[in-house]
């Protein structure tokens, strides 16, 4: 099983980032400039190095809103989310064993108010993923539809493979 779900482009985070990018690289660029004709601090010298850490971070939020997208695969043990199109992939591995549930994501209304609307890189999906007392949501940019059916093909997935299991070890 593989699936591959596109990242949905949200313009408010995307612009916002993007101007926020370019006043750090502007701080970054008056830091140095300002050491160089004064002389450099040596205890100040943290202050462009934070900044170009702060800059590269937005710079992996831009490229997630850009050209962000998941892929789903599983293997004989686990369910396997990774996110892909950013400078920093990620990948999070969960064990077929100890999924509890997978379904549609259900939002409360405070938590759509902050998360959702404005700042969809921070684990908002329609797919939410219950393990060992734990939720991981994806799948950001899929209508409701897309989302049951990816669903349905997960979950038979992970019933053939736990149905394999039960038979080996009978």
Request: net charge positive; glycine share 6%; aromatic share 14%.
């Amino acid at each position: 099983m593989n699936i591959e779900l596109k990242h949905k482009i949200n313009w408010f985070l995307l612009i916002f980032l993007s101007l926020y990018e370019l006043l750090t690289i502007g701080c970054i660029y008056a830091w140095i400039s300002a050491g160089v004709m004064v002389g450099t601090h040596k205890e100040l010298i943290f202050v462009p190095i934070l900044l170009i850490m702060l800059a590269i971070w937005f710079l992996d939020f831009i490229l997630w809103q850009l050209r962000g997208y998941e892929v789903i695969t599983m293997d004989d043990d686990d369910l396997i989310i990774k996110k892909r199109g950013k400078l920093f992939n990620s990948k999070v591995m969960i064990n077929i064993n100890d999924i509890e549930n997978l379904e549609a994501s259900k939002f409360k209304l405070i938590y759509l108010l902050f998360t959702n609307r404005y700042f969809s890189p921070f684990g908002v999906g329609k797919i939410s993923v219950r393990y060992l007392r734990k939720t991981y949501r994806f799948g950001f940019g899929i209508s409701k539809d897309e989302a049951l059916r990816h669903i349905e093909e997960i979950n038979t997935n992970i019933s053939q493979i736990r149905d394999k299991y039960m038979d080996y070890n009978d």
